[in-house]
């Protein structure tokens, strides 16, 4: 039975934890509490573990032999210190302590930092300015080293999650020009890990993750807007100044793969999934 380690299983480790506990796999899944964020229970087969990325000596002392590692964390914060606490030094730390196992990084397509419009893949310079960008790109660089694979996740929307629904919502989204939002459903992200562990490609490397439709911010905003009856959402200022790309994302290197996203644009994941009320 193949080990599966799912460092940070929050809400799309989570669901890649269940495809693989469909298929026979053992998962063992980490997080900070020690508990799974995701709106739903854990299957009663999913071993769950509190451990802090960060500290060398935590992960060191709950490792356990085993077959690949996803590092899936996300940041509650979002400081600079503790994206170099859960990415960099959690990225080292599991490269350490699992060195015979393969490695899977979530980053993000937030490395990009074109800022007109162009279509971007994975050859495309991943020279973003923000700090955070820069930290996610030496732990990508970490993992590239260790002939691991780098996905880079757009926006996660799904059940429950959305900032854009949000933003429609509260009536209020943050100013700024209008810029092309690359994003992707939480279980197409899911499925892309499973693909990429379960198939593995014959040359490791980066594989973006985003649905195939890359659409203007203003464009999705309007669509949520009119399917909820409510007025556009108002500027509101910035807390912090931010650096925004502005990028088309293509998805064509994970689809040579054969994964094929059920969502393929945000008018499939919002309809089918993010707006329906369940039963």
Same mark, same amino acid.
């Given at each position: 039975?193949?080990?599966?380690?799912? $460092?940070?299983?929050?809400?799309?480790?989570?669901?890649?934890?269940?495809?693989?506990?469909?298929?026979?796999?053992q998962?063992t899944?980490?997080?900070?509490?020690?508990?799974?964020?995701?709106?739903?229970?854990?299957?009663?087969?999913?071993?769950?573990?509190?451990?802090?990325? &960060?500290?060398?000596?935590?992960?060191?002392?709950?490792?356990?032999?085993?077959?690949?590692?996803?590092?899936?964390?996300?940041?509650?914060?979002?400081?600079?210190?503790?994206?170099?606490?859960?990415? /960099?030094?959690?990225?080292?730390?599991?490269?350490?302590?699992?060195?015979?196992?393969?490695?899977?990084?979530?980053?993000?397509?937030?490395?990009?930092?074109?800022?007109?419009g162009?279509?971007?893949?994975?050859?495309?310079?991943?020279?973003?300015?923000s700090? #955070?960008? #820069?930290?996610?790109?030496?732990?990508?660089?970490?993992?590239?080293?260790?002939? &691991?694979?780098?996905? +880079?996740? &757009?926006?996660?929307?799904?059940?429950? +999650?959305?900032?854009?629904?949000?933003?429609?919502?509260?009536?209020?989204?943050?100013?700024?020009?209008?810029? =092309?939002?690359?994003?992707?459903?939480?279980?197409?992200?899911?499925?892309?890990?499973?693909?990429?562990?379960? #198939?593995?490609?014959?040359?490791n490397?980066?594989?973006?993750?985003?649905?195939?439709?890359?659409?203007?911010?203003?464009?999705?905003?309007?669509?949520?807007?009119?399917?909820?009856?409510?007025?556009?959402?108002?500027? $509101?200022?910035?807390?912090?100044?931010?650096?925004?790309?502005? #990028?088309?994302?293509?998805?064509?290197?994970? /689809?040579a793969?054969?994964?094929?996203?059920? =969502?393929?644009?945000?008018?499939?994941?919002?309809?089918?999934?993010?707006?329906?009320?369940?039963?």
């Amino acid at each position: 039975m193949p080990r599966l380690l799912i $460092a940070g299983c929050g809400y799309v480790g989570s669901a890649a934890a269940r495809l693989f506990l469909h298929d026979g796999w053992q998962v063992t899944a980490w997080s900070r509490s020690g508990k799974i964020h995701d709106g739903n229970e854990p299957p009663g087969s999913l071993s769950v573990r509190a451990v802090n990325l &960060g500290d060398p000596d935590d992960v060191q002392r709950n490792s356990f032999p085993c077959d690949v590692v996803v590092h899936c964390a996300s940041t509650s914060g979002g400081s600079a210190d503790e994206y170099r606490r859960v990415y /960099r030094d959690g990225v080292r730390n599991l490269l350490a302590a699992f060195p015979a196992a393969r490695v899977i990084f979530t980053s993000s397509t937030s490395v990009y930092g074109q800022r007109d419009g162009s279509w971007v893949d994975e050859n495309s310079p991943a020279e973003a300015a923000s700090e #955070k960008a #820069k930290i996610l790109r030496e732990a990508e660089e970490l993992i590239l080293r260790h002939a &691991g694979i780098v996905l +880079r996740l &757009g926006g996660i929307h799904g059940p429950g +999650r959305s900032f854009l629904l949000q933003a429609v919502l509260s009536g209020r989204i943050s100013a700024g020009r209008d810029r =092309y939002v690359n994003g992707i459903h939480r279980d197409d992200a899911a499925a892309a890990i499973h693909l990429v562990i379960t #198939k593995p490609p014959s040359r490791n490397g980066i594989f973006n993750v985003v649905d195939d439709t890359p659409a203007l911010r203003s464009e999705i905003v309007a669509f949520l807007a009119k399917q909820l009856r409510r007025p556009l959402p108002q500027p $509101a200022p910035r807390s912090s100044p931010r650096d925004d790309s502005n #990028k088309r994302v293509s998805n064509a290197k994970l /689809r040579a793969l054969g994964w094929v996203p059920r =969502y393929p644009s945000y008018t499939e994941g919002f309809c089918q999934s993010v707006l329906v009320t369940p039963a």
